[in-house]
């Protein structure tokens, strides 16, 4: 439960701190001293929005900070858990916001998003507003509402989290089956295209040997005549020639005895020298007798040599470029084949979706209309005790129109009203007025709040437009949910502040420089006085005093029984 609300420069706030208990406490004041201040401040540290607007003047930055009693809220515990926010002692959410309008949250000194707070806040605190009665004429409403006394609210999720998926998965596939018709013509061109290029079956080094072979066999009679040209000049049959040249330099320099040392180094060099103008004889002599200049080959070359030519001209690239092309077309066409098989996998997917939809929504139907009839009769007995004798209230559940999943499960749930005896059933829209709508809210209200796993209910000013016994029995109710938990309860009747177990004063400090909103914890006299202020106006009496004694006792005394 909530057990400490701190709160700093916050609209007309500059610093305010409540101490907060279980059972049911009421905060009463002025209109306009802050009362439903604090609770927005609460609503902002549960993850609201947030604008500038809510600094207090002066001030750089509002911050808030909520301290919850975790003992029993076992599901915000897990939740703390699986983040690895968890700690000893409370759990503590803060939220502030800058003058700029920037905003920060805080889970237990962690920095967290807002969705977190909001999702932490909503296992922690249930806030009832005042207005919340006009969200009645919403079918959104009346479904949550009846989903949450059947304790199928995660049930709920699951039955829009499936009907989401069914219609991802079917307008996937439905897009994949638009482009069928185009992925097929373009399936039979990049076939065509890779059946042309296997065909082709250019090996990785091949075009360059063809090109090089070709070349040579071209010029085989210009090549064959140079080489000979060459053996001649080289060759040993006759003196004229470079070896024999080399061979008598060598025994001219090489004879003498004491000879100087560079003309070693020069006979070294000339033998060297003729090694190598041997080998290349003997290299030319080798290449010359096997050259084969077929003019058959040559031909087969030209023609192979075209077909690769050709087939680049065809795609607009250039011949090496064709062993890229066509890796690029087998895996585009390899892409095209996945989505005839994405197309199957969908279908099936689709149908599994569907299957798990149906299983899901149809135990939501039975929890929805085993829990109608329940909160439906526990309504009406409300109703007939806040002023509306032999009014009636039903939960109709009508079944959608569409066979396709919807977000909402299997069936509409409208709630409907007949304020009057001998009047027929409507929808709430067509025959509630403001003030039985507000009843009517309230009534529902207090009966979902009664199977509500969150342990702290906020009701603020959800009595306007009540007064006299209803009055008393609406603060009756009230305290009853405080006695299951902690209930928080701003009220300006003082039938309803009566049945507080904690009274919570709230009131303006005014400075000669500005006002301030505070906030006291009454003692039972001080009790009494308010009561009796909210009774009679700022004249107490002995009268009024007395009144607002007995009503204080009785509530006790009732409570006692």
């Given at each position: 439960m909530l057990v400490h609300l701190s709160i700093r420069n916050y609209a007309i706030v500059e610093q305010l701190d409540l101490e907060l208990r279980g059972g049911m406490s009421v905060i009463t004041?002025?209109?306009?001293?802050?009362?439903?201040?604090?609770?927005?401040?609460?609503?902002?540290?549960?993850?609201?929005?947030?604008?500038?607007?809510?600094?207090?003047?002066?001030?750089?930055?509002?911050?808030i900070l909520a301290t919850f009693d975790l003992a029993g809220i076992d599901e915000a515990r897990q939740w703390l858990a699986e983040r690895d926010l968890d700690g000893e002692g409370p759990c503590i959410l803060r939220r502030v916001i800058t003058a700029e309008g920037r905003s920060r949250g805080y889970i237990n000194g962690t920095p967290c998003p807002q969705g977190d707070l909001k999702q932490l806040g909503e296992l922690l605190i249930d806030i009832h507003s005042q207005h919340e009665h006009q969200s009645l004429l919403k079918p959104d409403t009346h479904r949550r509402l009846l989903d949450a006394y059947a304790g199928a609210g995660e049930l709920a999720r699951q039955v829009q989290q499936s009907a989401q998926r069914w219609r991802q998965l079917r307008s996937e596939l439905q897009r994949l089956s638009r482009s069928g018709e185009e992925q097929q013509a373009r399936r039979q061109l990049l076939s065509y295209q890779l059946e042309e290029l296997d065909n082709l079956a250019l090996g990785s080094d091949e075009l360059e040997a063809l090109e090089q072979e070709h070349k040579a066999l071209s010029?085989?009679?210009?090549?064959?005549?140079?080489?000979?040209?060459?053996?001649?000049?080289?060759?040993?049959?006759?003196?004229?020639?470079?070896?024999?040249?080399l061979h008598g330099s060598i025994q001219r320099l090489g004879g003498g005895q004491g000879q100087p040392a560079a003309l070693d180094e020069a006979v070294n060099l000339?033998?060297?020298?003729?090694?190598?103008?041997?080998?290349?004889?003997?290299?030319?002599?080798?290449?010359?007798?096997?050259?084969?200049?077929?003019?058959?080959?040559?031909?087969?070359?030209?023609?192979?040599?075209?077909?690769?030519?050709?087939?680049?001209?065809?795609?607009?690239?250039?011949?090496?470029?064709?062993?890229?092309?066509?890796?690029?077309?087998?895996?585009?066409?390899?892409?095209?084949?996945?989505?005839?098989?994405?197309?199957?996998?969908?279908?099936?997917?689709?149908?599994?979706?569907?299957?798990?939809?149906?299983?899901?929504?149809?135990?939501?139907?039975?929890?929805?209309?085993?829990?109608?009839?329940?909160?439906?009769?526990?309504?009406?007995?409300?109703?007939?005790?806040?002023?509306?004798?032999?009014?009636r209230f039903a939960i109709a559940l009508q079944p959608c129109s569409s066979e396709e999943p919807q977000?909402?499960?299997?069936?509409?749930?409208?709630?409907?009203?007949?304020?009057?005896?001998?009047?027929?059933?409507?929808?709430?829209?067509?025959?509630?007025?403001?003030?039985?709508?507000?009843?009517?809210?309230?009534a529902i209200q207090v009966i979902t709040a009664q199977t509500s796993r969150v342990p702290t209910l906020v009701f603020d000013e959800v009595d306007v437009g009540i007064g006299g016994p209803t009055a008393e029995v609406v603060g009756q109710l009230l305290r009853r949910l405080g006695e299951r938990g902690q209930v928080i309860t701003v009220t300006h009747l003082p039938q309803v502040a009566a049945q507080g177990h904690q009274h919570l004063f709230v009131h303006k400090q005014r400075g000669s420089d500005e006002t301030r909103t505070a906030v006291a914890c009454l003692t039972p006299h001080q009790r009494i006085e308010e009561v009796a202020r909210m009774l009679g106006g700022l004249d107490l009496t002995r009268e009024s005093l007395a009144h607002a004694r007995r009503m204080v006792q009785g509530a006790t005394r009732q409570a006692a029984a």
């Open positions: 004041g002025e209109t306009g001293a802050g009362k439903s201040i604090m609770l927005d401040a609460l609503g902002l540290a549960l993850g609201d929005r947030a604008d500038s607007g809510v600094v207090r003047p002066g001030a750089d930055k509002a911050d010029n085989a009679d210009a090549l064959l005549g140079a080489c000979r040209q060459v053996l001649d000049l080289c060759s040993e049959s006759d003196g004229g020639n470079v070896l024999s040249a000339l033998a060297s020298a003729q090694i190598q103008v041997e080998e290349a004889v003997a290299g030319l002599n080798r290449f010359v007798d096997h050259f084969d200049a077929d003019p058959q080959r040559l031909q087969q070359i030209e023609e192979r040599l075209d077909s690769i030519y050709g087939l680049a001209r065809k795609h607009r690239i250039q011949p090496g470029e064709l062993a890229p092309l066509q890796a690029q077309l087998r895996s585009e066409l390899q892409d095209l084949d996945a989505d005839d098989a994405s197309v199957e996998r969908l279908g099936s997917e689709l149908g599994a979706c569907a299957q798990r939809y149906q299983a899901l929504a149809e135990r939501l139907s039975h929890l929805r209309r085993d829990a109608a009839g329940n909160l439906a009769l526990a309504v009406e007995a409300e109703m007939q005790r806040l002023g509306m004798p032999g009014g977000p909402q499960g299997q069936e509409q749930v409208e709630f409907q009203v007949s304020a009057n005896p001998g009047q027929p059933l409507k929808g709430l829209a067509k025959v509630a007025s403001g003030g039985e709508l507000s009843r009517i809210s309230l």
